[in-house]
Every structure is written in C-alpha cells, then in structure tokens.
C-alpha cells in the first residue's frame, strides 16, 4: 500500500541536491587546494600507469594487470566524486546530482578496490611462497577470470543499495547534507523504517572490509613466514621491500575508510559532521592519489619504464 504524504515532505525527486560540507561556509572554497591535487594526482598518474602497462608487453603479467585494474577502479572512483565536489566548494551554491546512480558506483568501485586488494594480496603470496609454480597457478586467464568475479560480487552486492532507497516514495528533504550521494547520507532523509537499509548496510560493511582483510592479513602473514625462512639477508630486503609497497596501498585504503566508518557509527554525537564528511571524501581521494606514486616509485619496472619514457621524449626536444 502507497505511504500517504506528510507534511514538509516531498515525493521522490528525480534530482538530488549536494551541498558540500555543510558549516564551512566561504571556508569551502580553500578546500579545492586539498581536493583538486588530489585529483589531479589520481588523473594523471593513474592514466600514466595504465599507459605504461598497456605500451610495454613485458608488463602484461598478472601482478601488472592486476596493478592496471586497480587503476582503472581509482580512475573512476575519483572522476564519479571529485568534479562534483570541486564544483560544490569552488562555487559554493548546491550543485543537483542523479543520487542513485552515484551511489550504485561509487560503492561498487568501492567494493571493487577492495577486492581487487585482496587479489594483489594473494597474487604475492604465491609469488614469494611457490614461485617454481606461480606461472602454472597465475596466468593472465586466470586473472581476467577473477577480475570479473569481482566485478560481478560487486555490483551484486551493492544493487540493494539503490534499490532499498528507490522504495520509499516520500522524503524529508532534496537537499543531502554531503558532498556525494552516500549511502547512508540519503537514507536520512527518508521517510519511514529505514530498517533494512540501516542493517544491510552496516552488515555489507562488516562482511566485505571484514572478510578481504582477514584475506589480506592471511596473505602477508603467510608471504612474512616465507620471507624469514629465506636463506640470505639480501633476499629478506628484496622481498620486504615488495611487501611493504602493496602494504602502503593498503594502509592508504583501509585505514581512512575504518576511522570514518567508526566516526560514521559510534561518533556521531562527538564528531561534527563536517569532519565526517571530510573523512568520507578523504577515504574515496586519497588512494587513487596515493597508489600510482606508491606504485611508480616502488615498483622498478614501472619506474624504469617511465623513466626511459620521459628520457626519450627529453631528448627528442
């Protein structure tokens, strides 16, 4: 049966309107000198990596492939938030958005980055625990197979989202209180029991960080026992040193997003809302700035290859 209208209310909008970060008023616009590097960085140094690895074929590999997905889910990730965003706070006036469809996005990328972290985690374990029988175990068919896997978990799991909201007919308000259309952020503006969307998406949450980082954590703790058992100390060096460039790009991803889900749940009465808001963009650009550099400065055959890129071009001039 049809929920009958209330007053101070209006029917689903086709539009929603974003306004930013609420409570900073002019101060919004300073903001663009954290955000657009940050973008910028993502832009191109994600676009520069996935020409690298499309130019040279000894890079079509599955740890490169893998590294080349990863990109493409930071590339989009940050173009689905941060022009919407810099056009919040460099004009300062709301700016309408198609909520649902950024939302399903958004947190299928999310979702995807998160598996796509875990792969990496894997594929290194076996490279460093059985590398006699890692070309047999990973092969790049292998890795096309598990990259649509995850795509398909992701978007499996996130359509709920959309569809949960999509239900209610009648809304509090048109504006979001956010600068992207989370999840979360539109649901406060329903009208009704939001039960379902509450409690899937808290269980979504839990159940995808909670199970890739216990995959993540098994990996390293089996990739670290390897390491020790190594017989020279220059072999220890070389592998910690691989270790702890996919263990930055993980930190750089799971950190931000754990501290603003716990601000988002339990510290919501003593965290003003700008600040969460803040951390939920800074969760979503951060890794997409921060990946391609971990990436190209410690990677070697990424870094030597843009080094010879730029060499050549340099004296071509």
């Known amino acids: 049966m049809a929920e009958a209208p209330q007053p101070n209310t209006f029917p689903h909008p086709a539009f929603f309107i974003l306004t930013g970060i609420p409570g900073l008023a002019g101060a919004q616009a300073w903001l663009t000198v954290v955000f657009g590097p940050m973008y910028l960085l993502a832009f191109l140094g994600s676009g520069a990596l996935l020409a690298v690895v499309h130019a040279d074929f000894t890079l079509h590999e599955p740890t490169f492939l893998l590294l080349a997905t990863l990109a493409v889910t930071d590339l989009g990730l940050a173009t689905l938030i941060a022009p919407g965003l810099l056009a919040v706070l460099w004009l300062g006036r709301p700016v309408p958005y198609d909520c649902l469809v950024q939302m399903f996005f958004v947190h299928s990328l999310t979702a995807l980055e998160s598996g796509v972290l875990l792969a990496m985690a894997c594929d290194h374990a076996v490279a460093v625990g059985r590398p006699l029988h890692y070309p047999s175990l990973v092969t790049k068919v292998h890795v096309g197979y598990a990259v649509l896997a995850l795509a398909l978990k992701a978007v499996a799991i996130v359509v709920p989202f959309p569809l949960l909201v999509a239900r209610f007919e009648h809304f509090r308000a048109k504006t979001v209180d956010h600068a992207y259309c989370a999840h979360m952020a539109v649901v406060e503006l329903v009208v009704g029991n939001t039960w379902a969307n509450n409690t899937y998406g808290l269980a979504l949450s839990l159940a995808v960080s909670g199970v890739d980082i216990l995959g993540i954590t098994g990996s390293y703790v089996l990739t670290a026992h390897t390491v020790l058992q190594l017989p020279t100390w220059e072999a220890h060096t070389k592998a910690f040193e691989t270790c702890s460039c996919h263990i930055c790009v ?16 339990f510290g919501h009465r003593t965290v003003p809302k700008p600040v969460h808001i803040l951390l939920s963009n800074i969760y979503l650009l951060l890794p997409p700035a921060l990946n391609p550099l971990i990436y190209g400065a410690r990677t070697k055959q990424i870094r030597d290859r843009l080094l010879e890129t730029f060499t050549v071009r340099k004296g071509q001039f």
Do not use: Q
Not at 250 to 265: E, K, Q, W
């Open 250 to 265: 993980i930190l750089a991803f799971y950190v931000p997003g754990l501290f603003s889900y716990l601000t988002h749940c």
